[in-house]
T-cell receptor, first 113, second 113 residues
Framework: EDKVVQSPLSLVVHEGDTVTLNCSYE??????LLWYKQEKKAPTFLFML??SGIEKKSGRLSSILDKKELFSILNITATQTGDSAIYLC?????????????WGLGTSLAVNP | DADVTQTPRNRITKTGKRIMLECSQT?????MYWYRQDPGLGLRLIYY???????NKGEISDGYSVSRQAQAKFSLSLESAIPNQTALYFC????????????FGDGTRLSIL
């Protein structure tokens, strides 16, 4: 059965800290891994990773995929209170028209001032 | 205006009532999805539609039905609501291309008493 596992489930840090969120996956016929940030409302798209070893970067956030070891990490440097959110990752299989995302349970990040 | 709009934003109702949650989008996406989110269970797919004539069950479709009235509209119905359907419901849309990210509405918080 396909699954995506995120760790840790929750994390509390102080402003300025650097955090690493983990996402491991077992997805049949894997195509891509996606990261989302969910604050109080809708999950918003952060990154999509398809190739191993190529870092995606947006400001203080960056992410990389390891297709050999079947995991991805999301790094946040110099954290701010506005980074407090649930971070979700999801695996996308490459199965023709029946592609559905396989979601992890998320990592809840709290950044304290 | 939001690209993906869900109505209502909050709803409290009684067991046995029929409820409809509505979703409309201005993104021009063909694909639309309904999820529910519960603490500790993450996002679970209820139904999805890849175009107006296509409706597919997700992993937890029992007790729900959907209608794709137009490319821009996808509604979710609970024919006879029960308390364990209390959850946060999200509508999402995506383009049909490979690995296109999903874009979420702000959610409907539904409480069944």
């Amino acid at each position: 059965e396909d699954k995506v596992v995120q760790s840790p489930l929750s994390l509390v840090v102080h402003e300025g800290d650097t955090v690493t969120l983990n996402c491991s996956y077992e997805v049949t016929n894997f195509r891509s891994l996606l990261w989302y940030k969910q604050e109080k409302k809708a999950p918003t798209f952060l990154f999509m990773l398809t190739s191993s070893g190529i870092e995606k970067k947006s400001g203080r956030l960056s992410s990389i995929l390891d297709k050999k070891e079947l995991f991805s990490i999301l790094n946040i440097t110099a954290t701010q209170t506005g980074d407090s959110a649930i971070y979700l990752c999801a695996g996308l299989p490459n199965a023709g028209n029946n592609r559905k995302l396989i979601w992890g349970l998320g990592t809840s990040l709290a950044v304290n001032p | 205006d939001a690209d993906v709009t869900q109505t209502p934003r909050n709803r409290i109702t009684k067991t046995g009532k029929r409820i409809m949650l509505e979703c409309s989008q201005t993104k021009g996406h063909d694909r639309m999805y309904w999820y529910r989110q519960d603490p500790g269970l993450g996002l679970r797919l209820i139904y999805y539609s890849f175009d107006v004539k296509d409706i597919n069950k997700g992993e937890i479709s029992d007790g729900y039905s959907v209608s794709r009235q137009a490319q821009a509209k996808f509604s979710l119905s609970l024919e006879s609501a029960i308390p364990n359907q209390t959850a946060l419901y999200f509508c999402a849309t995506s383009d049909p291309g490979p690995g296109q990210p999903q874009h979420f509405g702000d959610g409907t918080r539904l409480s069944i008493l």
